[in-house]
């Protein structure tokens, strides 16, 4: 039975939560800094210095998570760089959605826009995903270690009756993570302007986890980036599509390998000869089949949002995945 957690992890969590703050508002404005001299210093415009910008950002970022607000030393520093660049991945493409639909579409300012979006993005993703990334098993100190060792067997010690049988789920009641997963989708796409395209293509997986605890956050996630092929019958020529994003589950402890729903945003660019090419986002919600530490497969479906070109290119989704791995 769980106990329920007191006053000093609350305080912790809430501490830990204001250092994080602290580290994601020096970041920022060493993103903010970085954008305005590359802007009206260097003479690029917003868009172009866009991505420079938050790579500086970034690396303020890493230092400040591992070292001062999950205090994450201990850690594996490759393990975490991993989980970090993969996490990165999808706030780079989140922060520079936002980016882009605030100048594109709103009177905001540049500076503006990139502190509003890049806040959002921390709070709803950014930080759930950092404290994965950096969690660092807890460490039985020394003195503990060796009276326990020491300690001689007791013949009347009660033995345990509660100790469990090897579960046949291999995600039950623990925590998987899995780097670098490759896979394939087949995808349907039906465009307002008349047609439907389908086709399949290739992806690639930087980070999933199945953390079937009783801690805060979704059980199960992932990051991926994915290229596809797609033709139809109504149009000459291939299209193309080519996403990042992710998925996060809707429950806390699933406690199973089967029916888990979920809900992501995926963002990218549509590439067709006869039609225009636009960047798009990509909102959905599906459930995986199963998820299996080697074999993961899923369903999902969406809207298929572009930032151009609405009446034409926008529509329904579908998309089914499979994802293997050896390791």
Same mark, same amino acid.
């Given at each position: 039975?769980?106990?329920?957690l007191?006053?000093?992890h609350?305080l912790?969590?809430a ?7 602290l580290?994601?508002?020096v970041?920022? /404005?060493?993103?903010?800094? *970085? #954008? ?5 210093l @260097?003479?690029? &415009? ?7 910008a ?5 690396v ?5 998570c ?11 520093l490759?393990?975490?760089?991993g989980g970090?660049?993969?996490?990165e991945a999808?706030?780079l493409a989140?922060?520079a959605?936002?980016?882009h ?9 540049y500076i ?5 979006g890049t806040?959002?993005?921390f709070i ?8 994965r990334?950096f969690?660092?098993a /807890?460490v039985v100190?020394? *003195? #503990?270690a060796l009276?326990l060792?020491a @300690?001689p067997? &007791?013949a009347d010690?009660?033995?345990r009756?509660?100790?469990?049988e090897p579960?046949?789920c291999?995600i039950?009641d623990t925590?998987?993570?899995i780097f670098f997963m490759?896979?394939?989708q087949?995808?349907?796409f ?6 439907a395209?389908?086709g399949?293509?290739v992806?690639?997986?930087?980070m ?5 605890t009783?801690?805060?956050?979704p059980?199960?996630?992932e990051l991926y980036?994915?290229a596809?092929?797609l ?7 291939a299209?193309?599509l080519?996403?990042s994003?992710f998925t ?7 406690h199973r390998?089967w029916g888990?729903?979920y809900?992501g945003?995926g963002?990218?660019?549509l590439?067709h000869e006869a ?7 990509y ?10 530490p080697?074999?993961?497969v899923?369903l ?6 572009p930032f151009e070109?609405l009446?034409?290119l ?6 089914a ?5 050896a390791w």
């Open positions: 039975m769980q106990r329920p007191g006053l000093k609350h912790e969590a501490t830990r939560f204001g250092r994080g703050l580290v994601g508002g970041a920022t /404005a060493t993103d903010m800094l *970085a #954008l305005a001299v590359l802007v009206e @260097a003479g690029l &415009s917003p868009q172009a210095a866009n991505a420079p938050l790579l500086a950002g970034a303020v970022q890493f230092l400040g591992r070292h001062l607000v999950f205090r994450a030393e201990r850690g594996s490759l393990k975490q760089l970090f660049a993969a996490t999808g706030t989140l922060n959605l936002l980016f639909a605030l100048v594109t579409w709103t009177p905001v300012p503006a826009a990139r502190a509003v806040f959002l993005v709803a993703f950014s930080y759930p995903m950092w404290r990334v969690r660092v /807890a100190p020394v *003195a #503990l009276s060792l @300690a067997a &007791s010690t009660p033995q009756d509660d100790v469990r579960s046949s291999p039950c925590e998987k993570d490759p896979g394939a087949f995808v349907l039906a465009p307002s302007g008349g047609g395209f389908y399949a293509g992806s690639i997986a930087p999933l986890w199945s953390h079937n009783e801690e805060f956050g059980s199960q996630g980036v994915q596809s092929i033709s139809s019958p109504d149009y000459p020529g299209m193309g080519f996403e994003g996060l589950s809707f429950e806390r402890n699933t390998m888990i729903p809900f945003l963002v990218g660019g590439v039609l225009p090419d636009v960047g798009f986002a909102p959905k919600v599906g459930v995986y089949v199963v998820w299996h080697n074999v993961v899923d999902q479906g969406g809207y298929h949002f070109h009446d034409t926008a529509g329904v989704r579908g998309q995945n499979v994802r293997v791995s």
